[in-house]
């Protein structure tokens, strides 16, 4: 994982990273894709930046419901800023039954999503069907050696 890189070939994922929180998706993602998909990733400079959401209950914060509830027109003004932008989605998954009325704020590949509530809501989004058809997979179920080898060379690398 590079965290300086700036470079716009090297994908860029969303991770919610602060001093008094850790995420546990999140930290899990930054050792785990470059693993698996044998590719360099970067932190997200800001959410127009973003090319990979992976594990984590987050996608809810990317609806209309969500933005405009922090500040009206947030929406617009953030589809604006992505617009064209395709983000893929890894294992990412809403963590509540929220209203949703309109599709997320950017262009989205879906290969996997986590649990039914996440694919019925993408349903409601999208209208079903077509190119937003995705596998029910939840990542974070992954076998615990693979898990302590990534921690282990995780903990000795700091």
Request: net charge positive; hydrophobic share 40%.
């Amino acid at each position: 994982m590079n965290d300086t890189a700036s470079s716009p070939d090297i994908p860029a994922i969303y991770t919610y990273r602060e001093a008094a929180h850790s995420n546990v998706g999140d930290e899990i993602n930054l050792h785990l894709i470059p693993k698996l998909f044998n590719m360099p990733l970067r932190i997200a400079k800001s959410i127009s930046d973003i090319d990979i959401l992976a594990i984590g209950s987050i996608l809810g914060t990317f609806t209309y419901e969500y933005l405009d509830g922090i500040q009206p027109g947030l929406y617009e003004n953030v589809a604006r800023r992505m617009k064209g932008k395709r983000v893929t989605v890894w294992g990412s998954g809403f963590i509540a039954d929220m209203p949703v009325s309109k599709p997320f704020v950017f262009d989205a590949d879906f290969l996997a999503v986590r649990g039914t509530l996440t694919r019925r809501k993408i349903t409601e989004m999208y209208g079903g069907g077509g190119s937003k058809t995705c596998l029910l997979a939840t990542p974070a179920c992954l076998r615990r050696d693979i898990l302590a080898r990534l921690c282990l060379k995780s903990t000795n690398s700091a």
